[in-house]
């Protein structure tokens, strides 16, 4: 079946300007994260999505961040005013249920993001 | 708090010879640990998973890690490197609460002919 997907593949844009970054999780899948790829950070969780319960904003890095769910499926993943410390490989994952540490967590190809 | 550390950043390994990545747990209990390599340009690519069931855990390509309690170690082999299996892979543990993933550094596998 379909795995996860991600839009826009590549991102470039202008500092202080507003990105969005789109993710379709695996159907039937009610758990989503956000995770962010950088080269002086690695990769860090930004925010997670279960079912109808109230997010997990705790890895938002700044108040520029925001994410939404809508139907409990696509995701949307808002960063405003860019500066250039954003450029970051932004990646997308779902599981199953998102209730059980041994879970797997299915990753899209992420959004590659530029801030010039 | 849980971690995990990668002992080695880069690994160099000629074709055909045994493929040994390190990784190192830090957890208050009983942690579910996972493998995922990133080949360039890609996705990350569910490896195994150890979900404290059999320590020895068997994966995809031939890779295979053991979990040891003793050592708090979860390293990742495979007897015969591949040049496909040139990539970037993470140790990973599941964090408590929301089992958000908590990311290893990385380890950049290089096959050499």
């Known amino acids: 079946g379909a795995g996860v997907s991600q839009s826009p593949s590549n991102k470039v844009t202008e500092k202080g300007k507003d990105v969005e970054l789109r993710c379709d999780p695996i159907?039937?899948?009610?758990?989503l994260y956000w995770y962010r790829q950088s080269l002086g950070q690695g990769l860090e969780f930004l925010i997670y999505?279960?079912?109808?319960?109230?997010?997990?904003k705790s890895g938002l890095p700044s108040d520029r961040f925001s994410a939404e769910r809508t139907g409990g499926s696509v995701s949307t993943l808002t960063i405003q005013r860019t500066q250039q410390e954003d450029s970051a490989v932004y990646l997308c994952a779902s599981s199953s249920l998102g209730q059980g540490a041994g879970e797997t967590q299915y990753f899209g190809p992420g959004t590659r993001l530029l801030v010039l | 708090a849980q971690s995990v550390t990668q002992l080695d950043s880069h690994v160099s390994v000629s074709e055909g010879t045994p493929v040994l990545l390190r990784c190192n747990y830090s957890s208050s209990y009983s942690p579910s640990l996972f493998w995922y390599v990133q080949h360039p340009n890609k996705g990350l690519q569910l490896l195994l998973k150890?979900?404290?069931?059999?320590?020895l855990v068997k994966g995809i390509n031939g890779f295979e890690a053991e979990f040891k309690k003793s050592e708090t170690s979860f390293h990742l082999t495979k007897p015969s490197a591949h040049m496909s299996d040139a990539a970037e892979y993470f140790c990973?543990?599941?964090?408590?609460?929301?089992?958000?993933?908590?990311f290893g550094t990385g380890t950049r596998l290089k096959v050499l002919a």
């Open positions: 990973v543990v599941s964090g408590t609460g929301t089992y958000k993933y908590i």
């Open positions: 159907s039937g899948h009610t758990a």
């Open positions: 999505f279960q079912g109808n319960s109230a997010p997990d």
């Open positions: 150890y979900t404290s069931a059999a320590t």
